[in-house]
């Protein structure tokens, strides 16, 4: 009987666990899809069309289905790392078959927001009231990728923009160069490189929309390439010398990479014409930019000739005014000229009317001019190389009133440049920096500038900025160039340049830039004719620099005989005391480790002598910086001292 009694008890903790372990097949999930990568930002998952689906249905089962609940979390390396658990789990609403969505399970990740670059795994599994699984887990692996990086697209080096070649250089090799990807991309990147040829009556841009490109040509992490063949005969209608061309960043997929679908702005260029160019433009000269007062007076245009003397040059003067997309060599082509004037016997003419307003739509404030040499019938037997010049608009009128940079100090320099407005209307200045020092060209930008930019300068207004710059120890002139544009319309622009000269004082020679050690010579020779010494030198430079040319001066000789019996008859003095070249300068070019020193002293044999001799070592360095040093000597020679004898130790004086 007892025995009865003790499995009566066990039998409700075995249908107990039996009826637990059946739970865990209550509902199925029969799916769970998640892309393979997914962005950082959890909440962007969202925009992200399947991101998440996940399908799951309800098995039928005696055991009752109590408030299921939905637990989805993200891990990485088998740490969670976000979503809810079994004490934060909501209840699902009851369903038999339900399809979740990506809300749906984004919903339940809400303490999730940013993801670092990685693999991750999210799993899914439901549970009910009782913490008890009434499902499997189910896990999909997906990955993180860097955040989106703007690119800037390549920009376009040579040909540059409106380049001239002759037929026989497109014949050729031309090599294209342009600049890579902005930041660097850390996979591949593929250049693809297109080049169009114009029609009649087309743009550059029209060009590109409508033609076939000429090159189609791709380059794998090179920012160059060369192309031979773009030229292969005369260019004849409706086909012109003029090309368009571009480069397009693409990633391994082919996809494009950066602003702008990765492509660059277009540069064009063409065939110069093939004429004698018996004459050339030289006012206006190319790119030049008249003020609107300028523009409203007569403008003198001015060329030269290499005709032959007293013949009758007659000329032909064209202006053409340029439209929207056109180029110059399109205007003079498409266009009627708006200046036509004929000239004899002069190579000059002035002009009026080329400003009569406002330049509005399609036209442009730009113009392109040239001149003909015409024969007697009237025609152009040559011609000048175009060039352009173009009309500022008058709603912006800058002008660089002073500027001033202070010399070197604890490794910087101080600059200061003060603007001018010269309107009524607001100017927004948007860029300082240097852009030339000394001739070269330069990119330095002055920090911190301040007030700082951009900055707007009141009507007829002035503002003075100051900045930094590091020190630049070979800059002698240094030209700044300044951007500005109307603060509402900034298609509105303008720039100007000034350059000042430094007047610091010059501390280039002192011992912290410049040291030259030049210690005894082993051995001074003395003859009964000259003077002879290898003089070792040192020169150290900071910062480093290298020398051009030495020059040894003899600016002091002296010459004291035991008595006046042992000068020759000939006491002319221009016969002694000079370098053995018959002057008192000689030159080394480059460094050199030891000068080579000779100086002429006719003395009767066996007398003895004393000398004295001062020598200036000029220095002079690649970038024109010359630093001197005086060394003096004595020596003593003994009386009938064998011919290449030493005589006594040799001297040096304190050096001057």
Known sequence: MKKIKLLL??????????????QINQINIVSFSVKNTLPGTVDSWLTVPGALIMVAQKVQSPVPLREPRLIVQIRSGGAVICGNNIA?????????????????????????????????????QFFNIDKVAISREVCKEFRVEPANV???????????NEKKFSQQELQGPVMFRWTPLVPKPKEPVTYRLKVWQLMQGQTGTQAIRSNQPLINKDVENLTQTTVNGILTGPCRPPYLCDFIWNVQALNRAGKPMGNNNGISEPYTFGVRQEKTNCLTNTFPEDKRKFTVKQAKEPITFKWTKTASPGEIQTYRL??????????????????????TREIKNATEITVNGIYTGPCRPPYLCDFI????????????????????????????????????????????????????????????????????????????????????????????????????INCIDTAKIIRFFVAAEDPVDNAITETEVEADTLHCACDACDEKHFVMNAPAPAQINTTNNSISFNQPVTIVATPPKTVKTITAELVYFEMKPENDQCIP?????????????????????????????????????CCSTLFRWCIRYKVEFSDCTVCTKVICYEKKKSGCTPTGGGGDNPTINNPK
Request: aromatic share 6%; net charge neutral; with cysteine.
């Open 9 to 22: 008890l066990c039998l409700p903790f075995s249908l107990l666990a039996n009826s637990q372990a059946g």
């Open 88 to 124: 934060t789990a909501k209840q699902v609403d009851p369903f038999d078959v339900r399809t979740f969505n990506t809300a749906d399970l984004v919903g339940l990740l809400s303490n999730c927001h940013e993801l670092k670059e990685g693999t991750y795994s999210i799993c899914a």
């Open 150 to 160: 703007e690119y800037a697209p390549p920009t376009l080096i040579t040909p540059e």
């Open 318 to 339: 064209k202006v053409w005014q340029l439209m929207q997309g056109q180029t110059g060599t399109q205007a003079m082509k498409s266009n009627n000229p708006l200046i």
């Open 369 to 468: 001019w040239a001149v003909e040499m015409t024969d007697a019938r009237g025609q152009a037997s040559c011609s000048s190389e175009p060039t352009t010049f173009k009309i500022a608009n008058n709603d912006i009128d800058i002008q660089i009133d002073s500027v001033n940079v202070e010399c070197c100090k604890n490794g910087k320099q101080n600059i200061y440049i003060k603007l001018k407005n010269n309107l009524a209307t607001p100017v927004k200045i948007t860029q300082i920096k240097i852009d030339k020092v000394n001739g070269t060209t330069a990119n330095i930008i002055p920090s911190p500038l301040t007030p700082a930019l951009p900055f707007t300068i009141p009507g007829n207004g002035t503002q003075a900025f100051t900045g930094q």
């Open 569 to 605: 008859c000939d006491k002319d003095a221009s016969l002694y005391g000079h370098f053995t070249n018959g002057t008192n300068s000689q030159m080394w070019n480059g460094p050199q480790s030891n000068l080579n020193i000779s100086i002429t002293t006719p003395v009767t044999p």
